[in-house]
C-alpha cells in the first residue's frame, strides 16, 4: 500500500510540475551577488515564449535606469526590455530563444525548464548547451 501511494505522489507531483506554465513574473538572482537583481515577466506571444524586464531590484537601479551596464543600455531605462525571445514549448523544455545579457548586451541561445513550480532552470549558451551558463529564476507571487 505504502508503494501505491509512493507512486501515486510522485506521478502527481511530475504530472503537476508538467502541467506548469512558466509565463508569470520571475525573479532573477545576480551571479555575483546572489541577491535578487530584476523581476522579469515572461508570457506567450502566439506559440513563442518571451520574457520582459519588468522591474530592477538593486539599490543603484531602482529606478530602472541601468548604471551596471556596460553598453548602449548604460544609464538607459531597461523596464519593457525584452531578454528572452522566440522560445518553444517542446515537452517541459521551451527551446531554440534566444536570451539578451543587458549588461553587455551579447545575445545567446537559451533555453528554459521548470525545476519545480516555483524554479525556473534559464541556460544562455554558444553552440551548444554545454558551453554556457546556467541561473536559476524564483517565481514571484
Known sequence: M???????FVL????NINAQDVTGKWKSIDDETGKP???IEI?????????K???LLTEENKDGVCRTC????????IIGL???KDLEKDGDTYEDGKIMDPKNAKTYSAYIKLESP??????????????GRTQYWYRVK
Do not use: H
Request: proline share 0%.
Open 2 to 8: 505504502k508503494k501505491i501511494l509512493l507512486t501515486a
Open 12 to 15: 502527481l507531483a511530475y504530472f
Open 37 to 39: 537583481k530584476s523581476i
Open 43 to 51: 508570457y506567450k506571444d502566439g506559440d513563442k515564449y518571451y520574457g
Open 53 to 55: 524586464i519588468v522591474q
Open 70 to 77: 556596460e553598453t548602449k543600455y548604460k544609464d538607459k531605462n
Open 82 to 84: 525584452v531578454i528572452l
Open 118 to 131: 516555483d524554479k525556473l532552470k534559464v541556460r544562455g549558451y554558444i553552440g551548444f548547451s554545454l558551453l
